[in-house]
């Protein structure tokens, strides 16, 4: 085959091209840390990217989801610890009341219960973040009112303003948890707060507890810990939601780092070769571009 | 003729011919590296010999003609590789432009944005009640309209700047194909002289090589050395003259026609194939999935948003959260963005309720796209890989035609290309007959003289 000089400087010039065209992709791999930059670099390892992008930001989201849920449900879990401990103070008082005490000690222990059924409502009103704990999903409403009618003879008259709700979080791709108890399961919707009322206004009036009541603030406090035990539940779900959800985030960095970044040895090297064929192949132009019969004629 | 008179003849004609041929040679030289010039060859000849008694003696040499190395093949399979190639590199680079849109993967594309839209709709799942989540539910949805109307708009410039590469590539093409036809003119002129007209027929082989780049185009010559060029079957230079073209739209898809009489013709690669495929079939076919998209992502969350409870008493509800249909006019509706206790997250008006949040953030799984088979994200990084991949499809086209037009050229230039070597060897070749043709005229001279002397 004939060879023409036009060619020749032709072939080196295309052959300098493409080492110095991959040599600048290499190095815009390795300075980015990333191999795939823009999609035609790998169509497919693109798509997985961007799913998998897609994953860890809602990954990030659920988590986020989870810590606000645990505050919500702990917040919950200790106003109804707190109200349980008023409950039994309410027990012990009523044991108090009927062994047989004047009449002046008995109303005393109903102004007692009257200070304990105040904080109990403002227990039961307790908000979180902005949030009414027990109001169902009525959260922006206080969920308890107490109004006193002055009579005579003054009566005191609790409202509910919740509903029965649940509030659910997103927790994961189609998993939600419920947070929230509302005062209509804990409290029995205002049956905690009457009955409160109607001990306090016996022992007031110097009347001892009848054992119904007894009984009553018995059953109250174990509807209250049922409550709670389900707030438990909760909690020990989102724990375990929360540990999984990290172990997948730590997966899914796994895997988007084995997808999107550059194997820098494996660039490194080939980044060295390519800089060797470079320097070779401007070796050789410079040996050979020269030389022609021009040389050697005088 | 014959003698004393015949050697000095021949000497003459020797001289002659040598430097004719010195001078196709210092021609070759000259335009080394000129693009396009095919080296040059003088045909030397003997001249008819004369009949002596004693039997035919030669009369010299003469240049019977000078002519081009050329392989006709070889000019049709690069020509054909040039539309090929100049096809897949206009895609290659217009279809950068448009990844380079798409900006993906990164934290700026569509991507993130609709994951940070329905990642919103959690954070006010878990604060329904809290007016600060609502705006950053409307943000978010301003930036995602923002989102596609920018994708929208860049897609749209490049296809409108699609329609000034055609005009101006018809333009090109037009105006090399009145070229090629006044140097067809020329050269028949030239030729009924009887000479061959190289350098008219280089520099039309070249305007045929530009015109091959810019459409698949296939060449023949006719008997009277008109070359007659068509495009995709249609006849647009030929002895008679170069047919101008012009663009007409069709059934909304933009087509070549002859500017005469509006006869369609088949233009299927060149850069002129490559901006048609563009401008016909692939932008507006990521327009139309692009929209496909906005539209059903509206739909959706509209759906699902008019059929909840926002804020305020009554609470209001049958709101929709966009306004528009297409990723060209999606924007959230201002009603609610002047108000974000229009948003709505609640599904019975409870401000604690957030049903419609949850699902409208879960929305992101819902299939709603393609006979319900893939979710928004899953249409979108779909649509965004297809760019991708159309880019390597056209670069592994260009990247193989490259290579066999390395090689076609190559060979072309084995045939045609100027090799100096060569050209030093015929020169000095040329140069040692010329020596000894001026020789002879001096022994011829000699021997005038001892035949002159004698008679003195």
């Known amino acids: 085959m004939r060879i023409t000089e036009g060619r020749i400087a032709y072939d ?17 791999q390795l300075a980015s840390g990333k191999r795939v930059q823009k999609v035609s670099d790998d169509p497919a390892a693109s798509e997985t990217i961007m799913r998998l992008q897609a994953s860890l930001d809602r990954n990030t989201q659920y988590q986020k989801n989870v810590s606000d849920a645990q505050g919500f449900v702990d917040s919950a879990s200790s106003s109804l610890d707190d109200l349980n401990s008023l409950l039994t103070q309410v027990q012990e008082i009523l044991v108090q009341a009927e062994n047989g005490q004047q009449t002046s000690a008995v109303v005393a222990l109903g102004n007692q219960v009257d200070g304990i059924l105040q904080q109990a409502v403002s227990i039961a009103n307790t908000q979180f973040n902005g949030k009414t704990l027990f109001g169902g999903t009525q959260t922006t409403t206080t969920p308890y009112a107490l109004t006193t009618n002055p009579g005579p003879p003054a009566t005191t008259t609790v409202t509910y303003s919740g509903n029965s709700g649940a509030i659910t979080y997103a927790v994961g791709d189609g998993a939600t948890q419920q947070v929230n108890t509302s005062g209509a399961d804990a409290f029995g919707g205002t049956a905690l707060f009457n009955l409160l009322i109607r001990v306090r206004d016996n022992l007031q009036a110097g009347t001892l507890p009848s054992a119904a009541d007894q009984a009553a603030v018995k059953t109250s406090a174990a509807t209250l810990m049922a409550a709670a035990g389900k707030l438990g539940t909760y909690s020990q779900s989102l724990t375990t939601t929360s540990t999984h959800l990290q172990s997948q985030e730590t997966q899914l960095q796994s895997l ?5 970044d550059t194997d820098v040895a494996e660039a490194t090297l080939d980044l060295t070769n390519r800089q060797t064929m470079l320097n070779a192949a401007l070796q050789t132009a410079a040996k050979i571009l020269p030389p022609s019969l ?5 | 003729m014959s003698g004393l008179s015949l050697i000095l003849e021949t000497a003459r004609r020797a001289l002659m011919t040598q430097q004719a041929a010195i001078s196709v040679t210092s021609h070759n030289i000259s335009n080394a590296s000129t693009e396009g010039y095919t080296r040059q060859r003088a045909n030397l000849s003997a001249t008819p010999a004369l009949w002596e008694r004693y039997g035919y003696v030669g009369t010299g040499v003469e240049v019977e003609s000078i002519t081009r190395l050329r392989d006709g093949y070889l000019d049709g399979q690069v020509r054909y590789s040039n539309s090929i190639e100049s096809s897949a590199t206009t895609q290659q680079n217009v279809l950068s432009q448009v990844e380079a849109s798409f900006n993906e993967p990164s934290d700026a594309g569509l991507s993130s944005a609709m994951t940070a839209f329905f990642n919103s709709w959690q954070d006010l799942s878990t604060h329904p009640e809290d007016s600060s989540s609502r705006n950053a539910v409307i943000q978010q949805g301003t930036l995602l309209s923002q989102g596609f109307q920018r994708l929208h708009t860049e897609l749209t410039q490049e296809y409108n700047s699609m329609n000034d590469d055609i005009a101006g590539t018809m333009s090109s093409i037009n105006q090399l194909t009145s070229e090629i036809s006044d140097l067809n003119t020329q050269i028949v002129a030239a030729q009924t002289t009887g000479a061959e007209p190289n350098d008219l027929e280089d520099a039309r082989d070249s305007k045929l090589d530009d015109l091959s780049k810019l459409v698949n185009i296939s060449v023949s010559t006719d008997t009277g050395g008109s070359v007659v060029v068509s495009i995709g079957g249609m006849t647009v230079v030929s002895r008679g003259g170069a047919v101008a073209l012009t663009t007409a739209v069709v059934g909304g898809q933009t087509q070549i026609v002859t500017a005469k009489d509006n006869t369609k013709v088949n233009v299927t690669s060149g850069e002129l194939g490559g901006d048609l495929t563009l401008y016909n079939t692939t932008i507006p076919g990521y327009l139309s999935k692009l929209d496909e998209l906005a539209g059903a992502l509206i739909n959706r969350v509209n759906t699902l948003h008019s059929a909840g409870y926002g804020l305020g008493t ?23 963005a002047a108000d974000p206790s229009l948003v709505a997250a609640s599904q019975d008006g409870s401000p604690g309720d957030n049903q419609v949040a949850l699902a409208i953030a879960n929305a992101a799984n819902d299939k709603v796209l393609t006979g319900n088979t893939m979710t928004v994200a899953q249409f979108y990084n779909s649509l965004a890989s297809s760019v991708g991949s159309d880019i390597n499809s056209a670069g592994s086209t260009a990247t193989s035609t490259q290579l066999v037009l390395t090689q076609l050229e190559n060979q072309r230039s084995s045939v045609s290309g100027v090799s100096l070597d060569e050209e030093m060897t015929n020169l000095i070749q040329y140069q040692h007959s010329y020596d000894a043709a001026a020789r002879l005229v001096n022994v011829a001279d000699q021997m005038f003289q001892t035949v002159l002397n004698m008679v003195q």
Do not use: C, H, W
């Open chain 1, 12 to 28: 080196i010039l295309n052959s300098v091209n493409n080492a110095r065209e991959k040599i600048v992709d290499l190095q815009g």
């Open chain 1, 256 to 260: 988007m780092s084995s997808t999107r």
């Open chain 1, 294 to 298: 021009l040389d050697y004629l005088s």
């Open chain 2, 314 to 336: 009554p609470p209001s509800t049958g709101t929709n959260f966009f306004t528009g249909t297409t990723a060209a006019d999606m924007s959230v509706n201002a009603a609610v």
